[in-house]
Structure formats: C-alpha cells, structure tokens
C-alpha cells in the first residue's frame, strides 16, 4: 500500500467512523442483542433476570394465543399486499395518461400514504363506527365493523389498503412514465391489441418495480404495528392480534423482556427471510436475462 | 375526438382520486361539525360549521406541547441522520472504505430491521442512560432507522457525480471536506432536500417507539398523543377529528406544496437500479 493509499484509507475511515458508531450503538448491537434477551427470564419490576436458554421459544411453539397472531400476521399481509398491487397497478395504468391536474392527481394519492398511521387508524375508527359511521351509511347497512368477529380482519386490511396502495400505484406510475411510446408504436403495428400489449409488453417491463415494491410492502406489513394497535387494539377476542401487537403486550403491558423479544426475534426472522427470498429471486432473473 | 375522451378520462381519474381522499375529508369536515350533529349521519353535510373542537383541542388537550416535540424531534432526527449520514455517504461513493461491501450490506438491511425486534434493547439502552421521557431518546431512536436510509440514498446520489469532479477539486488542491462541501454537497442538494424531507416525515409519523420512550407531555409526540387522547365519559369524535387534522398538517403541506421532491426521494429506493 503506497503512502497516498494509506492517507486515503485514513480519511476515509475519519468519514464514516461517527456513523459507523452510531449504527453499532443504535441499530446492529441492538439487533444482536434482541437475541440474547430472547435467551432470558427477564422481569425488570420483580429484578427477575437469569439465562432461560431456549424456555421462550419452547413455550411459543405451543401458545395457541401465538399461533393466533402468527396466522393473523400471515392472512393480514398476503391480503393486504395482493390487494395494494393489483389496485395499485390498475391506478397506474389509469394515471398513464393524464395530462389534466397531474399534480392535484399525486397530491390525493399520495395523502393516505404520508399520513402517521396513528391519524388513519383514527380516521378508520370513524369510518367504521356503528351509528354514525360513514361506512354503514353509504351501505345502508348497521354492522359493528370493528367488532364483530368475521368483519374485524377485513376491516383492518381495507385501512392497510388504503393507507399503502398508493406506493404501489406510484412506482408503477413512474416505471410505466419511463417506457418509450416507440415500443407501444412497434407493438400497434405487429397487431397487438389491448390485453395482448399488457401481457407481453408492459406487463413484462413492470415485473422489476412489481418484484420491489411486493418486497417493500411485504416488509411493511409484516412490521406493521401502530394501525392495529390503535385501531382494533387486537380485538375483539384477539382476532386481528398480529405477532407485532402480542410482543409489544407481552414486553410493556405485562413487561416481560425477555419473552416479548422472542416473539421480536421471530418477526425479525420472518422479514429477513423474505428479504433472503427477494435477493434469490433477483438473482436468479439476473442469472437468466 | 380523441382528446375529449382522453379529457373525459382523465377528470374521471380525478373522480376517483377524490373519492379515495374521502376518509380524511371526512374527518376534516367532523372537525367542523357542532357537538350535537356529530353522531345524526344523514345529513352528511352540518348546519353550520364551528371551530369548537379546534378550541377544545388547544386549549385542554396535550396536542399542542405535542405539535412542538413532533417538530422538536423530527428537526433533530432529521439534522442528526443528515450530518453523521452525508461524510459517511461521501467516503463511500468517492473513497476506498474498507470493508466498503459488508458496510453498504450491513446499511441497506438495517433499513428492514423490524422496530418490535429493537424496541427492547432501546429500551434498555434509554433507561440506563435516563433518557425515557425526553426528546433526545426518541431522536437516538428514530436515528437508528434514519441513518441508514440517509447513508443508502445519498450515497447512490454521490456515486452518480463523475469521478473527473473530485479530481479537478483535489488539483485546485481543495481538501477532501472540501470537496465534499463544494462540489458534493451543492450537486446532490435536491437528492438531500428528498432524503431530509421522507427522513422529516418517517420521524414525524413514527409511533412504536415514541408510544414506548415517553411517559408525560414532556416528550409525547403527535402520533402517542392522538393514540391516547382522553375520552371521560364518551369518545369525544370531533375533538379527535380535530386533532388528527392537526396532526396531519406536515404531511399534507409536504404532499401538495413539496410533492417533487417527495417523489423524487420515494423512487430514488427503487428505480435506480
């Protein structure tokens, strides 16, 4: 290494060293550390704090109330991400070719994404309310949205819905801005019609934004937490409790550390693996193309 | 005839869109709705239109400290991440960091850590430091996803700056701070002004941990103050739709006054592949 390599290798470090830091004090040592407390019986209020090895987990294995939320988390993401991509492409396709208020177009759009999750809960909460609620009145209908055991669920995926099919709509919309009218030009001549140009053309020239945007929203829903637990709070009777809701319960409500960060662990476990599949997938189209 | 029809199509997206905004109409209008009419739906619209709930809202709730450690909060994060983020995205576009791949890894899947798996040792980390209830624990805690969605962003930014940029600065015998602030920073500005606003917004909206770090008015944040808001004897819905109105005023200003550098931020994680 020459002198002028070692005095770069020097600044750099000088660079990013406040950052690296920071991310292993803030984000890395505690997603290692999650692990280790997951191995814990850990009560900070009775000073209760001693190894457990794999006792959480053990227990998890068998918890109905677990396998619950496990399957509450599993049906509120694959319904809310299928819905949030076929509405969010259909929304694109429709926006290809507005020329009129554009802009008050992304604005509306864009709303329910930028809002906190806390206000679209709030917003839902009223939509569903029972006397009063929009929702019943639009319907002609008197039904107890968030309280009935069959409605919960759905109720709680259509807010997801509305809150994040606007990110899916925007990325296809500036992918599908981005294809030349050239390619729709050659594709009119060769006597494609409609659902044929769709298929085989910007179906295809979508499949990379559809690919991140199912990993990003499937990410998402996976962590999500504030809009159920403000919305239906897990209820009623724990039906619509996401693994995200019964960890934050079992760490801050009934303050057990170290079993509510095994249920942490094992939603970190989930996002990982789906990130790992995401990677795979990506490189296998590379591998081909 | 074809641009009537394109015409025709596009208000009726318009329509559409407009209709999809009509949860947070709604609650606009409730927040405008006497106390009296709030729960006799229909009619839809109100006899007349009071700033009562508003008045409630400032003068007997915890919004408005709220309002001010949201803003609080989310400067700081926003400062934080930016100034420990952009030297650090610099080195990596321009400099031989070691250990430059296994960093950038380690950066991009941070960005997709879960908050519930992290919340727990944070909260260890804020009591031993004595830091629950105050601002500087949610800003420490937001910066933990924060920096690494600055450092991920900015630097794909300042990888696009042409190499001869840097070269020509160093002739000019300008030092590396230098260059980052002279040619750098001024050329990736709109990219930060993007990753500064989404950084703003993700600090302003966030609530897992700030529902977790806070105890009192002192450091509850918008988000915990609008989930806790107090009913006595019935929920007081106006008073609520009259919060979360004010609750969503960043995000509403950054949408329709901000919404170019929004998108450029928002597609900046995806589409530069």
Request: aromatic share 10%; proline share 6%.
């Amino acid at each position: 290494m020459t002198a002028r390599e070692r005095a770069e290798r020097r600044a750099a470090i000088g660079f990013v060293a406040p950052a690296v830091v920071t991310l292993a004090a803030l984000t890395a040592g505690p997603a290692l550390w999650v692990f280790w407390l997951s191995l814990r019986q850990r009560v900070p209020v009775f000073g209760i704090d001693h190894f457990a090895g794999i006792a959480h987990y053990a227990f998890l294995a068998t918890d109905p109330r677990f396998w619950s939320a496990f399957r509450v988390t599993a049906v509120f993401t694959v319904a809310s991400v299928a819905l949030e991509l076929l509405l969010g492409l259909g929304l694109a396709l429709a926006l290809r070719g507005q020329r009129v208020g554009r802009r008050a177009a992304l604005a509306l759009l864009l709303l329910a994404w930028a809002l906190p999750g806390v206000v679209t809960a709030r917003l839902f909460e009223w939509l569903y309310h029972p006397a009063a609620g929009l929702v019943n009145v639009a319907l002609g209908v008197a039904l107890n949205w968030l309280g009935d055991p069959a409605l919960a669920l759905p109720a709680l995926v259509l807010a997801d819905v509305w809150r994040t099919m606007p990110f899916v709509a925007l990325f296809c919309h500036a992918r599908l801005l981005t294809i030349p009218a050239a390619v729709y030009e050659a594709a009119a001549v060769d006597g494609a019609g409609r659902a044929a140009t769709f298929r085989f053309v910007t179906l295809p020239l979508l499949a990379p934004v559809l690919l991140v945007t199912l990993l990003f929203r499937t990410l998402d829903a996976l962590r999500a937490f504030d809009l159920m637990f403000v919305l239906t709070g897990g209820g009623p009777a724990g039906l619509t409790e996401t693994l995200t809701v019964y960890a934050y319960r079992s760490l801050f409500q009934t303050l057990r550390l170290g079993f509510g960060s095994a249920i942490g662990v094992i939603v970190f476990v989930l996002v990982m693996a789906v990130a790992a599949a995401y990677l795979s997938v990506l490189r296998r189209r590379e591998a081909a193309a | 005839m074809t641009s009537r029809r394109a015409l025709v199509a596009d208000v009726a997206v318009l329509v559409f869109l407009a209709l999809y905004a009509v949860p947070f109409l709604w609650q606009v209008l409730t927040s405008f709705k006497p106390e009296a009419e709030l729960l006799r739906v229909p009619p839809l619209w109100p006899t007349t239109l009071t700033l009562s709930h508003y008045e409630v809202v400032f003068t007997q709730s915890a919004m408005p400290r709220a309002l001010l450690n949201s803003l609080g909060v989310g400067v700081l994060t926003t400062a934080l991440a930016c100034a420990l983020g952009v030297p650090a995205a610099f080195a990596l576009a321009t400099l031989r960091v070691p250990a430059a791949g296994p960093l950038m890894l380690g950066v991009v899947a941070s960005t997709a850590f879960p908050q519930i798996a992290t919340v727990s040792p944070l909260y260890l980390v804020m009591r031993a430091l004595g830091l629950r209830d105050t601002w500087a624990a949610l800003v420490l805690a937001d910066a933990s996803f924060a920096l690494p969605f600055v450092i991920w962003l900015m630097t794909r930014f300042m990888r696009e700056i042409p190499r001869e940029l840097s070269e020509a600065a160093a002739l000019d015998g300008a030092g590396r701070w230098r260059t980052l602030l002279s040619v750098h920073l001024p050329l990736t500005a709109p990219g930060l002004a993007s990753v500064a606003l989404l950084t703003f917004l993700f600090a302003w909206n966030e609530f897992l941990f700030a529902f977790t770090f806070t105890a009192t008015e002192a450091s509850r944040t918008v988000p915990v103050a609008l989930a806790l808001f107090p009913g006595v004897f019935e929920v007081p819905w106006g008073d609520i739709a009259a919060a979360s109105i004010l609750a969503s005023i960043p995000p509403v200003l950054i949408v329709v006054g901000l919404q170019r550098w929004l998108v450029r931020g928002l597609l900046a994680g995806a589409l530069t592949e």
